[in-house]
């Protein structure tokens, strides 16, 4: 069987062994290809091997780490994770638990029991049956399909994050100015919505599919005051259907046809005066928790859409990007801003104070730019607003 480094969902189906519960994806047994898709960094391999000689210390566990348990449909690695460790974003220790068995986190699949081996005063993940268990099965080894969507489980909830894939974007100038935009629609309209037509004028390629943005914002920095790029309001998208023209009209003059468009999704109203860009070719590059390599602080930079505050698994703009090091999957610590200027009550003079800033939440980088990154809020105690702190956790 050939792996594909770019495998339809439909199309592409995986063929795997089925053996003492396991169920082992034969895309990674084929080649790499496949496997090249969920990158594992030198980092992440360095500490799974450290890890895998030595285990982890108890003490690293969560407090009801469960003996044993069975990869279900819907889990993911950062659920996982947060079954047996502490800190959910430290995934490398549960994989480097024991290399031999999981040689690649992300070819774990519904069906695998995965369970602890704490001898020594360390522990170890294994996979497979624990020994001692009482219960004996005759395995034959059988050959199962299974579709590429449904085999490995991902590393986390990837619904959260797919819906702002296409829509959460930052441009490095405010170059929608120059895009092609809608100059009429269709009868008149004011407002298109799926299905209807938009004629378009500007300079257009080659290409189908194209999303429709609103006149793009500036993103400033909360501390220095300087413009990290450009946000725009993603409206839906729209298909080209016939390129425009110039052609002689009845008075012998140039007559200027624009291009016809299809809109094929509307989010918000669609209208003369906005912008089209190109749809990105999709990324199949997994999301993997990690920490950053080193020190890292920065700032919320705005909410979102229009909310003022945010919560759990809402997205942010943090004013770091590729520039200063930040990677998709890193996990970032929100910090709330102590009080000022507190009275010691119980001082004489009494004397003012400024109370430390309190960690209270957890960031998952998604998608990086060259100084700005959108992230999402994993968990949080309090409300998240622009001007908020957060660093490597």
Avoid at 10 to 25: D, E, K, T
Avoid at 26 to 34: E, V
């Amino acid at each position: 069987m050939t792996a594909h480094t770019r495998p339809s969902p439909h199309a592409q189906r995986l063929m795997s062994l089925a053996g003492a519960g396991l169920l082992i994806g034969a895309a990674f047994h084929a080649g790499s290809a496949l496997a090249a898709n969920y990158p594992i960094t030198t980092q992440q391999r360095g500490t799974a091997q450290q890890v895998a000689q030595a285990g982890v210390p108890l003490s690293e566990l969560a407090p009801n780490a469960p003996d044993s348990h069975t990869v279900k449909r819907g889990d993911t690695l950062w659920d996982i994770s947060k079954l047996f460790l502490r800190s959910p974003w430290r995934w490398p220790e549960l994989w480097g638990m024991n290399l031999d068995q999981i040689r690649n986190p992300h070819l774990i699949y519904p069906g695998q029991v995965l369970y602890l081996d704490k001898t020594g005063g360390r522990a170890r993940l294994r996979a497979g049956q624990p020994a001692g268990s009482g219960d004996v099965v005759k395995l034959s080894p059988r050959v199962r399909a299974e579709a590429l969507d449904s085999a490995a489980i991902p590393s986390i909830p990837l619904n959260l994050i797919q819906p702002f894939l296409n829509e959460a974007i930052v441009f490095q100038s405010d170059e929608l100015a120059l895009a092609p935009r809608i100059v009429a629609t269709q009868e008149g309209r004011v407002v298109l919505g799926r299905g209807d037509t938009a004629y378009v004028r500007g300079n257009l390629g080659t290409l189908r599919d194209y999303r429709v943005f609103r006149s793009a914002k500036p993103l400033v920095d909360p501390t220095t005051k300087e413009v990290l790029g450009y946000e725009a309001a993603y409206l839906g998208t729209a298909e080209y259907v016939r390129p425009g023209e110039t052609r002689n009209g009845a008075d012998g003059k140039a007559e200027i046809v624009p291009a016809t468009f299809t809109v094929t999704s509307a989010k918000l109203e669609v209208g003369v005066g906005d912008r089209l860009a190109p749809v990105p070719s999709r990324d199949y590059a997994n999301y993997v928790p990690h920490a950053p390599k080193g020190a890292l602080d920065g700032r919320i930079v705005s909410i979102y859409g229009e909310g003022l505050n945010a919560g759990q698994n809402h997205i942010v703009a943090i004013n770091r990007g590729a520039r200063d090091g930040v990677e998709r999957g890193h996990v970032l610590a929100l910090w709330r801003a102590g009080a000022q200027q507190v009275i010691d009550t119980t001082d004489e003079k009494r004397t003012p104070m400024s109370l430390p800033d309190e960690r209270h939440g957890l960031l998952f980088v998604f998608s990086v730019f060259d100084r700005v990154s959108y992230a999402l809020i994993l968990n949080v105690q309090q409300p998240v607003r622009a001007g908020d702190r957060f660093t490597q956790p």
